[in-house]
């Protein structure tokens, strides 16, 4: 069984611009009317594109949450143009949650230890809670006939999938022998990641590297990560290959030694393991999650 894996190379993203309307008559999601002067009964996209979006011009990253980043975040949502991010960021349950005060957006964020060291303002904090109550006021209006649109929890998929990577399983693909002894301009990945500095394991123990991808998230999902339809993807648990063309083609991770993220031992080990516990995902036979509930 093939792989086909595809490394998406991410332009830098620039300063946050205005928004424009179309002016077709059409009502796009962030506009304040549908061209004729009309206000819409929607306050979520206005108080996003008003309060908001430029509070985001820092989640890209540097490309880590930008729509179609190859890069190993959960959430890819952000584009300098704010009607573009409104529409991915609103179906991103890892970031809005149910928009809910204080829902990940915020959490993920203030919450110690920091993530990539990045903190909110008070009055950035109230901006988006702001947003997310109008978000919250617009649906309380929606037909309650109508179900809600299904919403995907990734962090629950991939603690479901990791039942699915057992120690034999893992031992049988070669993991820690193929990560551990992987090299980048003659530098062994063990030699920093034996550990998991930077949220990746890679160490020649069987054990150890196995015991800290199945029970941290954040060294699971250097390795698997999942796919939804707001990526333009089916929502599935998938490899991490965005994480590796980070760490190892130019323009990703500054002064990280480089390697080809594709054609390596780790990833032909990774990928047999993908492989057999994939099969037990889609069929329902998985193991108990080891990792902890998020």
Known sequence: MRLAITLLLVAATGCVGDISDPGDGTLDQTDDDGGDG??????????????????????????????????????????TDATATYNAAVLETTLVGTF??????????????????????????SAINGWLSAETADRAGDDPDDPPPPTVDALAELREFSGCTTLADFEAAGMAPA?????????????????GLGRFI????????????????????????????A??????????????????????????????????????????????AKAKYDAGTCGPPTLPPQ
């Open 100 to 125: 809910q005060q204080n829902a990940p957006i915020i959490s993920k964020i203030n919450t110690t230890p920091l993530h990539h060291g990045l903190t909110y303002t008070p009055a950035e904090v």
């Open 179 to 195: 990560w551990g002894g992987l090299a980048g301009q003659g530098r062994q990945c063990a030699s920093c990641h034996s550990a």
């Open 202 to 229: 890679a160490n020649t123990d069987v054990d150890i590297m196995f015991n800290g991808m199945s029970t941290q998230m954040e060294l699971f999902r250097s390795f698997f990560s999942f796919g939804t339809p």
């Open 38 to 79: 009309t206000p819409t009964d929607k306050q979520g996209p206005t108080a996003y594109r008003n309060n908001v979006h430029s509070i985001m011009a820092r989640c890209s990253g540097g490309s880590c949450h930008s729509i179609n980043a190859a890069s190993g975040a959960l959430s890819k949502f952000y584009d």
């Open 231 to 276: 990526q333009g993807g089916a929502e599935t648990v998938i490899i991490n290959t965005g994480a590796m063309a980070n760490a190892g083609l130019d323009g990703g991770i500054i002064a990280h030694p480089r390697f080809d993220p594709v054609n390596n031992a780790g990833m032909t080990a990774l990928l047999q393991l993908y492989t057999v």
